[in-house]
């Protein structure tokens, strides 16, 4: 009998848990799929490639927040001791998607001697801004706290992210050792600074000529720009890019509206002589990435920049 009710408790706590907080599902790979494959009728959803060299843990737990567990899923490559590291930022407009997402490329990228990284954040739903950068912030210093169980170099990291992931990559990046951006709570003696940042369609400015960010980015910023302006500069990567910025790849759609801010980051990365690039993939939707034949570019834009920064 004690059993029993240990374990309805159990069961109540984990559903009190869940209840916190809602969930956005409407942004997934299918329903994505769908949206395009009347205009795009050649594409197809990209799949795994199985690698023995790969070893594969999922849904690690890297913090908890008041009872609420964030998790990671980590693929690494075996063959070597210590891989760079790449950390995956899921899109979503800050409000949905999840890890999963960043599956597929973990395992390609992993399979060409990484180690990688798709982490859970909060979402808006459950959490505004700044909170999602504090997660991916502590999900790497976990990650170098644990370089060696993960075969991970901690002094070889990449933040990698598309759309809303994209915009936070960057912005994760740019805002190496500003302590404004760092989790107090967090206990940790490792740094959540990156080496490298890959920007696959996110945005760098959310008030800019170039951009058209409305009600998602207002829901998550606090407000709109008249109501919260410093939360709004504050939360674009513009406004933190000098000196210290790491090496910067950006990836883009067809949509300009994807890289507002882009060229302006680029003249203080050229100024400041940090090397960067920049690859268009003509005639793209945004989500690119989730397809083929697009993903395979992408990888051909991914793998060597990451080769060049760290091997």
């Known amino acids: 009998m004690k059993k029993k009710i240990l374990f309805l408790l ?6 009190t848990v869940q209840s916190q907080y809602s969930i956005d599902t409407s942004y997934t790979v299918k329903s994505t799929y769908n949206k395009l494959i009347k205009k795009y009728p050649f594409i197809t959803i990209a799949t795994k ?3 023995n060299n790969i070893s594969q843990i999922n849904d690690l737990v890297y913090n908890q927040i008041a009872k609420r567990d964030l998790h990671l899923d980590a693929y690494f490559y075996t063959s070597k001791k210590a891989n760079p590291a790449i950390i995956m930022i899921h899109g979503g407009g800050w409000r949905s998607g999840n890890k999963s997402q ?3 490329m973990a395992q390609e990228i992993a399979a060409k001697g990484y180690s990688c990284f798709p982490v859970e954040y909060r979402l808006s739903l459950e959490a505004k801004y700044p909170e999602a950068i504090y997660d991916v912030k502590n999900a790497i210093k976990f990650i170098k706290d644990n370089a060696k169980k993960f075969h991970v170099d901690p002094n070889k990291i ?3 992210g598309c759309s809303s992931g994209g915009q936070m990559a960057t912005l994760i990046g740019t805002t190496n050792n500003n302590t404004a951006f760092e989790d107090s709570i967090f206990k940790s003696k490792s740094s959540s600074k990156v080496n490298a940042i890959i920007d696959v369609d996110g945005i760098l ?4 000529p170039e951009s058209q960010e409305g009600e998602m980015a207002s829901f998550w910023l606090k407000g709109t720009y008249e109501d919260n302006p410093e939360n709004w500069k504050n939360a674009s990567a513009l406004t933190h890019t000098d000196k210290n910025t790491p090496p910067v790849l950006f990836i883009n759609s067809s949509f300009d509206r994807f890289h507002a801010g882009r060229d302006d980051m680029i003249a203080i990365l050229n100024q400041n002589k940090i090397y960067n690039e920049v690859k268009t993939i003509k005639d793209s939707p945004h989500s690119f990435w989730f397809f083929q034949p697009w993903f395979d570019e992408m990888m051909n834009y991914t793998i060597p ?3 060049k920064i760290f091997k």
């Open 158 to 160: 990449a933040v990698l």
């Open 49 to 51: 490639k199985k690698d």
């Open 305 to 307: 920049f990451l080769d």
């Open 10 to 15: 159990l069961l109540l706590n984990a559903a």
């Open 102 to 104: 960043m599956q597929i």
């Open 205 to 208: 400015a959310f008030k800019h």
